[in-house]
C-alpha cells in the first residue's frame, strides 16, 4: 500500500530503471554482460592481423562457411572480407530450433601499408580464413650501406 510521496518516488524511480534496462536489451549497438554491466557488441567474424618482414597476414574465423561463400578484395588500401552464411531447411523436414541464423556480412580492415593487390593470396581451412598480403615493394625495409666521405 503506497503511504506517501516517498513511496511515488521510489515506484518511478524502479520504472525508470526497469525501462532504461529493456531500452538496452533492444539497442542492437549494445549487449549487456553477465551482472548487467555493458560491452560492445562483438563484430564477426573475428579477425587477427599479423605483421611479418615481407606480408601482413589476416586471420578471420568462418565457421561453417565454404569457399564459394567467402570473398576477399583490396580495395582502397583495405581489405574487404564479404561472406553469407545460409541455413536453409532440407526438404521434408520441420524446425524444432533454429539459433544458427543466416548472416551477411562485410568487414573492411585498413592496412597499415601498401600491399601488392596481384600477389595477394587466400585460403579456408576448418573455418579459419587466412589471407596473405604481401607487402609492396616500396612499403619493404632497405638497407642503405653507408659509406665513409
Known amino acids: 500500500m503506497l503511504t506517501g510521496w516517498k513511496d511515488f518516488d521510489d515506484t518511478f524511480r524502479t520504472l525508470d530503471y526497469l525501462q532504461r534496462r529493456i531500452d538496452r536489451a533492444f539497442d542492437p549497438r549494445e549487449v549487456l554482460a553477465p551482472r548487467g554491466r555493458l560491452r560492445a557488441r562483438a563484430v564477426w567474424p573475428a579477425t587477427n592481423v599479423f605483421e611479418t618482414k615481407e606480408a601482413f597476414i589476416v586471420k578471420a574465423d568462418v565457421p561453417g562457411l565454404a569457399d564459394k561463400d567467402v570473398s576477399v578484395s583490396v ?75
Not at 82 to 109: D, I, M, N, S, W
Not at 112 to 137: F, H, N, Q
Open 75 to 149: 580495395e582502397e588500401e583495405s581489405l574487404v572480407i564479404r561472406g553469407e552464411r545460409k541455413t536453409e531447411v532440407p526438404q521434408g523436414y520441420r524446425v524444432h530450433l533454429r539459433e544458427r541464423a543466416p548472416v551477411a556480412f562485410t568487414r573492411r580492415l585498413p592496412l597499415p601499408a601498401r600491399v601488392d593487390a596481384d600477389a595477394v593470396s587466400a585460403s579456408l581451412s576448418e573455418g579459419i580464413l587466412t589471407v596473405t598480403l604481401p607487402k609492396a615493394r616500396e612499403a619493404l625495409p632497405r638497407q642503405i650501406a653507408v659509406k665513409a666521405g
